[in-house]
């Protein structure tokens, strides 16, 4: 179920940064665990990084000292600092918020790191 709109993903150039944020379109109580995943062409969805209530963090490997994930509780918003971009991270990154009875997903924005 979508109920989740991202932004900020664009065309950056290899070692750019950008900033993607991710809101809910409506109210959605009992947010839990929020993430980011990207979808490469030809590739399957993978974990990009999550955030907990409590601040805990889980970056994938290969984002690991480049991206930086954080959120506002009192706007169940979430947040992905992408520096040092390659095009590798080329990709559409969805955000998802886990709740109680399942998890919400967004349509996803479009980042794209070429020279």
């Known amino acids: 179920q979508e109920r989740l709109v991202e932004s900020g993903g664009g065309l950056v150039q290899p070692g750019g940064s950008l900033r993607l944020s991710c809101a809910p379109s409506?109210?959605?109580?009992?947010?839990?665990?929020m993430g980011w995943y990207r979808q490469a062409p030809g590739k399957e969805r993978e974990l990009v990084a999550t955030?907990?209530?409590?601040?805990?963090?889980n970056y994938a490997d290969s984002v690991k000292g480049r991206f930086t994930i954080s959120r506002d509780n009192a706007k169940n918003t979430v947040y992905l600092q992408m520096n040092n971009l390659k095009p590798a991270d080329t990709a559409v990154y969805y955000c998802?918020?886990?709740?109680?009875?399942?998890?919400?997903w967004g349509k996803g924005t479009l980042v794209t790191v070429s020279s």
């Open positions: 998802n918020a886990e709740v109680f009875t399942g998890y919400y």
């Open positions: 409506g109210s959605i109580f009992g947010i839990r665990t």
């Open positions: 955030i907990a209530n409590a601040g805990d963090t």
